[in-house]
């Protein structure tokens, strides 16, 4: 099973997106015995919280259902998930400098930015949408299924799915 954990700043905006528009794709093509996935925050802000409404909103127009309640993420992710995809550039740093707390070995081939897999990159962050409005959310959801079916489609490839 290939485990792929998504994590933004508080676990209620981009993660849960990311994390639904991926159970999507991983239903679309019956891998659901194959690759499953989760996601989490970097920061304790909403611990327990479930996703932001305006986010299940965006999700439920589109037939994703967002359910997750927000954690943050723990050293032993580094043990349970195979790929660790962070939001931005930030989130990023805090994903390697607690992989590097404590003396284990950081295992940084498996942390990606979530932009990498985008075909329209212009930039290396997925905005956060928190403080924005409406369109920020789709704006988000467009990056992050875009984002995720080129992630997927690595995946079959890296692991011949």
Do not use: W
Request: aromatic share 12%.
């Amino acid at each position: 099973m290939i485990k792929v954990l998504f994590v933004c700043l508080g676990n209620i905006c981009r993660s849960p997106m990311a994390e639904g528009s991926f159970q999507k794709l991983i239903a679309d093509k019956k891998l659901h015995n194959k690759v499953s996935c989760d996601s989490a925050g970097t920061s304790s802000y909403h611990i327990g919280e479930f996703p932001d409404e305006r986010m299940c909103k965006t999700a439920a127009k589109y037939d994703i259902m967002l359910n997750h309640r927000a954690r943050q993420l723990v050293k032993e992710d580094f043990k349970t998930f195979d790929y660790i995809i962070a939001m931005d550039e930030k989130n990023y740093h805090n994903i390697k400098k607690l992989a590097d707390s404590g003396g284990e070995t950081p295992r940084s081939y498996k942390v990606f930015m979530m932009r990498e897999f985008d075909s329209m990159k212009d930039h290396h962050d997925v905005p956060d949408p928190y403080f924005g409005g409406i369109d920020g959310f789709e704006e988000v959801y467009s990056i992050l299924t875009r984002s995720n079916k080129n992630f997927m489609d690595f995946l079959i490839k890296e692991h011949n799915l």
